[in-house]
């Protein structure tokens, strides 16, 4: 299989009946042949229209079964592909249509209440993928007028995402284009692919459990086509549907990120125990880092089979660490593939379990659409690149996450960390889910605060929040630890299981005028 054209194409020409995409709730299942089909067609459509390669387009709707088909278009025409968050307010989601350049959209039905809110005049082809949406053309009609056969000329394209702006207003990640013939080995989507196939296995069924708008599920799924690989996605995540859809599906292989671990963890015995998982080989997670106590009950229940990664959109380092290794190295996110330097403030290299910014030599040219001062603001005068997260490297090189540059709270003078905290917070049985912040202090400029989310509304009271600032205060340093807890019904987090805390901070910094960091 090694050696086989690193393309859906080549399997739908000797695999055309096998699945490429089930929908885990409906059932509905595109072959192989099928996702050829439909691509091709689209990327002939695009082409008649006028698109060429560099050109982009962009992806507004919830995980259905027509959006791998249209980012396979886009992959084979050498276009770039923005998927577009469904989670956006209408003028969120116009600054990226804008930002973006994007030349044609595809949505669907349930995005209607968005799509009239929205400016669509220099948008030239409007695509409805899914139901009807006025002034968009049947996505199906432009697949029939576009008529079957091979396209010819193909190029590989590559996905241009936008940051989820949880620190602040989204920026689009562009990387070069590969400029190569589609499914060629040399280029940077194919080797991607090699590097995820090489950590799965052969006769792969996947599982993608969060929308497909973010970079990981998105590039994973399309990643294991290459291979030839069954990719189950679901609608929505919901912790008991997935292990009934693992069951199901005989899943050899997922990827989760730490929050999703949460809520399956939080469900009662007898609905976890009740589901066969057996067919498990692998699991990925990463988007955040997990707790220490959340990934060992997890070890616990599934088996060494954990293995995760550090990496962002951007594509300048990254990291990986299987199930033995982070058994000896609990909380790391495993040794950098690439070098990696912790940097202080002042620019000097620090020593082991030092915390600083984390920067990579190396990696794959990109830029921040549209913001050259942003773009520049990342490297140093080495030439090294950072994410903008803080951590450090132990002894043996092990890199372990401490928090976002943009999330540190200072209190009295002193760095402190949140996700330490929130990482402790996370392993008590009562959380459901956690956020640490900074909030106003006279005195000290900022303390810190939880805001919890409990798994049992009616438990949320004084007594509680006693229990969980001791809980703390007995695994961590004193000036560490939350001063108070506040609790809520649900925080503003992504489906990908980023946090908004720019959105929790306003609610406790309006009317302060200080320092609030977006």
Same mark, same amino acid.
């Given at each position: 299989?090694?050696?086989?054209? &690193?393309?859906?194409?080549?399997?739908?020409?000797?695999?055309?009946?096998?699945?490429?995409?089930? !929908?885990?709730?409906?059932?509905?299942?595109?072959?192989y042949?099928?996702?050829?089909?439909?691509?091709?067609?689209?990327?002939?459509?695009?082409?008649? &229209?006028?698109?060429?390669?560099?050109?982009?387009?962009?992806?507004?709707?919830?995980?259905?079964?027509?959006?791998?088909?249209?980012?396979?278009?886009?992959?084979?025409?050498?276009?770039?592909?923005?998927?577009?968050?469904?989670?956006?307010?209408?003028?969120?989601?116009?600054?990226?249509?804008?930002?973006?350049?994007?030349?044609?959209?595809?949505?669907?039905?349930?995005?209607?209440?968005?799509?009239?809110?929205?400016?669509?005049?220099?948008?030239?082809?409007?695509?409805?993928?899914?139901?009807?949406?006025?002034?968009?053309?049947?996505?199906d009609?432009?697949?029939?007028?576009?008529?079957?056969?091979?396209?010819?000329g193909?190029?590989?394209?590559?996905? !241009?995402?936008?940051?989820?702006g949880?620190?602040? =207003?989204?920026?689009?990640?562009?990387?070069?284009?590969?400029?190569?013939a589609?499914?060629?080995? /040399?280029?940077?989507p194919v080797?991607?692919?090699?590097?995820?196939? &090489? %950590?799965?296995?052969?006769?792969?069924?996947?599982?993608?459990?969060?929308?497909?708008?973010?970079?990981?599920?998105?590039?994973?799924?399309?990643?294991?086509?290459?291979?030839?690989? #069954?990719?189950? @996605?679901?609608?929505?995540?919901?912790?008991?549907?997935?292990?009934?859809?693992?069951?199901?599906?005989?899943?050899?292989?997922?990827?989760?990120?730490?929050?999703?671990? #949460?809520? !399956?963890?939080?469900?009662?015995?007898?609905?976890?125990? /009740?589901?066969?998982l057996?067919?498990? /080989?692998?699991v990925?997670?990463?988007?955040?880092?997990?707790?220490?106590?959340?990934?060992?009950? !997890?070890?616990?229940?599934?088996?060494?089979?954990l293995?995760?990664?550090?990496?962002?959109?951007?594509?300048?380092?990254?990291?990986h660490?299987?199930?033995?290794?982070?058994?000896?190295?609990?909380?790391?996110?495993? =040794?950098?593939?690439?070098?990696?330097?912790?940097?202080?403030?002042?620019?000097?290299?620090?020593p082991? &379990?030092?915390p600083?910014?984390?920067?990579?030599?190396?990696?794959?040219?990109?830029?921040?659409?549209?913001?050259?001062?942003?773009?520049?603001?990342?490297?140093?005068?080495?030439?090294?690149?950072?994410?903008?997260?803080?951590?450090?490297?132990?002894?043996?090189?092990?890199l372990?996450?401490?928090d976002?540059?943009?999330?540190?709270?200072?209190s009295?003078? @002193?760095?402190?960390?949140p996700?330490?905290?929130?990482?402790?917070?996370?392993?008590?049985?009562?959380?459901?889910?956690?956020?640490?912040?900074?909030?106003?202090?006279?005195e000290?400029g900022?303390?810190v /605060?939880?805001?919890v989310?409990?798994v %049992?509304?009616?438990d949320?009271?004084s007594?509680?929040?006693?229990?969980?600032?001791?809980?703390?205060?007995?695994?961590?340093?004193?000036?560490?630890c939350?001063?108070?807890?506040?609790?809520?019904?649900?925080l503003?987090?992504?489906?990908?299981?980023?946090?908004?805390?720019?959105l929790?901070?306003?609610?406790?910094?309006?009317?302060?005028?200080?320092?609030?960091?977006?």
């Amino acid at each position: 299989m090694g050696a086989a054209p &690193r393309t859906p194409g080549w399997y739908a020409e000797r695999t055309p009946g096998a699945p490429a995409i089930i !929908m885990g709730t409906s059932g509905e299942t595109v072959t192989y042949a099928q996702l050829d089909d439909r691509s091709t067609r689209l990327a002939r459509a695009l082409r008649a &229209r006028g698109f060429a390669e560099g050109d982009t387009i962009a992806v507004l709707m919830e995980n259905n079964r027509a959006y791998l088909e249209i980012t396979w278009a886009a992959q084979r025409s050498g276009l770039r592909y923005t998927a577009v968050n469904s989670h956006l307010k209408p003028s969120e989601v116009q600054y990226v249509l804008d930002d973006s350049g994007a030349t044609a959209l595809f949505s669907s039905a349930a995005m209607a209440g968005v799509i009239a809110d929205l400016d669509l005049s220099v948008i030239g082809t409007l695509v409805c993928a899914d139901g009807a949406l006025d002034g968009f053309e049947s996505y199906d009609g432009v697949l029939a007028s576009a008529g079957p056969g091979p396209l010819g000329g193909e190029r590989e394209g590559r996905e !241009m995402l936008y940051s989820s702006g949880t620190t602040g =207003r989204p920026k689009g990640v562009r990387k070069q284009l590969p400029g190569t013939a589609f499914g060629d080995p /040399k280029s940077a989507p194919v080797i991607v692919a090699d590097g995820i196939i &090489r %950590s799965a296995g052969d006769g792969i069924v996947y599982l993608s459990p969060a929308p497909l708008y973010h970079s990981a599920p998105l590039v994973f799924s399309m990643s294991l086509h290459r291979t030839g690989a #069954t990719v189950v @996605v679901m609608e929505k995540f919901d912790p008991e549907l997935c292990l009934r859809i693992i069951e199901k599906y005989r899943v050899t292989y997922a990827q989760f990120v730490p929050t999703m671990f #949460t809520r !399956m963890l939080r469900l009662p015995g007898a609905e976890r125990a /009740k589901y066969d998982l057996s067919s498990l /080989k692998t699991v990925t997670h990463g988007a955040a880092p997990c707790p220490v106590d959340i990934k060992k009950q !997890m070890m616990d229940w599934w088996g060494p089979i954990l293995h995760e990664y550090y990496a962002g959109t951007e594509d300048i380092g990254n990291t990986h660490i299987g199930p033995e290794e982070w058994l000896a190295h609990p909380g790391s996110v495993g =040794r950098p593939q690439s070098e990696c330097h912790i940097i202080s403030p002042n620019g000097s290299e620090l020593p082991p &379990r030092s915390p600083g910014l984390i920067y990579f030599a190396g990696g794959r040219p990109f830029e921040y659409h549209n913001d050259p001062e942003k773009t520049a603001s990342v490297v140093n005068d080495q030439g090294w690149r950072t994410l903008g997260d803080i951590g450090y490297l132990d002894e043996d090189g092990y890199l372990y996450l401490t928090d976002r540059q943009a999330h540190m709270i200072i209190s009295g003078g @002193v760095n402190i960390y949140p996700a330490e905290a929130e990482n402790v917070l996370a392993g008590h049985p009562a959380v459901a889910d956690v956020a640490v912040i900074g909030v106003p202090d006279a005195e000290m400029g900022e303390a810190v /605060k939880a805001v919890v989310q409990p798994v %049992s509304p009616r438990d949320a009271d004084s007594d509680l929040k006693g229990e969980l600032l001791a809980y703390c205060r007995e695994r961590l340093s004193a000036y560490k630890c939350p001063r108070s807890v506040d609790f809520t019904d649900s925080l503003p987090r992504e489906p990908n299981g980023k946090l908004y805390k720019r959105l929790l901070r306003e609610r406790y910094w309006a009317g302060h005028g200080g320092s609030l960091v977006i």
